[in-house]
DNA sequence: CTTGGCACTCGATTGACCGGAGTGCCAGGA
DNA sequence: TCCTGGCACTCCGGTCAATCGAGTGCCAAG
């Protein structure tokens, strides 16, 4: 159904209308790129590509734009993603070398991911159950109060604040350390209930009830509720393409600050390891159907630790702006693992 | 200069704009606010009011807007900060009640004001160095290697790793917990310099050493570089306005995307306890000459803690706005000061 | 000092017009 | 069978002129 020049005609027209914003038309098209056919066949083939649904006209005498479908067709086979030019690279690494903590990192890497792709950048921490435990430690802030401090192979750091029914003394709080420390230190949290189901048997008598109720607080709230975290930066690049329609400019605000919207976003990617691209209507986000998302897992094995990636309107450079998510995604996974 | 009916008709065209959008003409002003004179009257008082600056109009036959200058003595002498309607304080009520901890209850009041006002919200999170210390932890993560957990009376958790030169042992931490703990038990940050300062001649010899050294990185980095955390909500809410002017929003984006401009913005109040508005060009930063802003200092005494406001459009209801944040502000102050 | 009257200004709207980019279709040619 | 040039057609976008009306400024009378 579709040969090879209909397959480039397609190319051309989503390349050309990405860099200019134009519906595009058979005349320049057959001038600009060299196909080496007349305008009318050119005007075959779109009829064609037409037909498939693969491109579009705003009205009877314009040139054509792509449509939602037409992106995916250019995505999924006429695009190579693009490696980094040099000066990008170095603008990643300067960029990042001089990060202090986890914070740090993310801010970085958040705006550099803005900056660099200019659209609007979105960066997941470390997420807590994919993490393994590097101390947890608990401190005693009252009797009946405990203090739970974690950190992970991350970096992050994580506290909660526990009210207890009962009340505790200084020697049972070191029991709970010692109990849970040695059997935490170095497991992913995931594998936390696991490694911890030995533990009231194991314990003295005395403490059993008070660590039972600890425990299944530590574990509600590390492990099935584990908080994630989000950053996102360069809203403002939302201006320089949506001024066009700017009634989708408000949706699409609202989206961004719902913290769920955008862990769902991430976290709808199956195999992490690849760059992930949503265009248009394929987003499950009421309010991003005007708009495509590229993401991408980060960390060892390419997605052990979060997500990553940037929103623009579905006239983005696709190929570019997957070789960045991508970039930088391996950077801050090195970085991390490196922590 | 400007007797009584001018000032009146000066604050029907700032209520008439703000409600309407549009140039607010003599006729339509005479007959809609029971002034009880003509038109051409209201044209004489409108073309004083125009000599002195509070007043413009786009073009000749358009009605008149209002000034900054004319906004500002709006604010200070025509209008008296609105109190909340019940439904508000319902709102308020329902929307904060819930709140579980301090990222709990910023994030819930930055939304709230949001909502509330309809504008762009700022919450500062209780600033570190106006906060006592409920508890200061040291945990001994490694021989060269402490962490630092500290909680303030606002429920703020705050932890530091800090890297040392030399090793300690596990006795040596716990002096310097005991050392630590006792001075700062109760003190405000600010203080913590003079409370800590007989530390080093009071200490065993043998790791006075380390503790000076320990103890300039904990000044340093909990006092002198006090980490200052931002909430922002309601961006959304700048389309509703800015629309009409679509390049004022993405300076005004990139600005809301700089923690330093928005405590800037927030900590510029010199008397935390009243609340503050700068309209348009007042603003000292780049990017918000087209916006207004609305602040006030939250806590006991009225800004101890810190700050909260909205960002919106010169052209915005300030009575209600100004009461709307003073009411989250007392509300939040009182929540903090609870916990 | 207020008021009605009046001429004037100027943005906004409307409708007519036209140029141009682009299309669809067709018939002829390789 | 496929490509190509030609041609009529569509429709957007810009320009121009005319008109409307809200609103102003000024003045002279009350």
Redesign the pocket.
Known sequence: MLDD?KLEVLRAIVEDFVSTTE??????LAERHGL??????V??D??AL?DEGYIT????????IPTDKGYRLFVDQLSTVKPLSPAERRAIQSFLEGAVDLDDVVRRSVRLLAQLTRQVAVVQYPSLSRSSVRHLEIVHLAPNRLLLVLITDTGRVEQRVLELATTLSDHDVALLRQAFGSRLHGARLVDAPAALSDLPDAAPMAIRPVLTSVMSVVLETLVDQPEERIALAGTANLTRHLLDFPQTLRPVLEALEEQVVLLKLLGEVNDPTTVHVKIGEENNVEGLRSTSVVTVGYGPDGGAYGGLGVVGPTRMDYAGNMGQVRAVARYVGELLAGA
Do not use: F, L, Q
Not at 36 to 41: D, E, H, L
């Open positions: 020049r519906p595009v038309g058979s005349k320049s080496g056919v007349s305008p009318a066949t005007r075959n779109m009829a037409e006209h705003p009205h009877t005498s314009a040139g054509r």
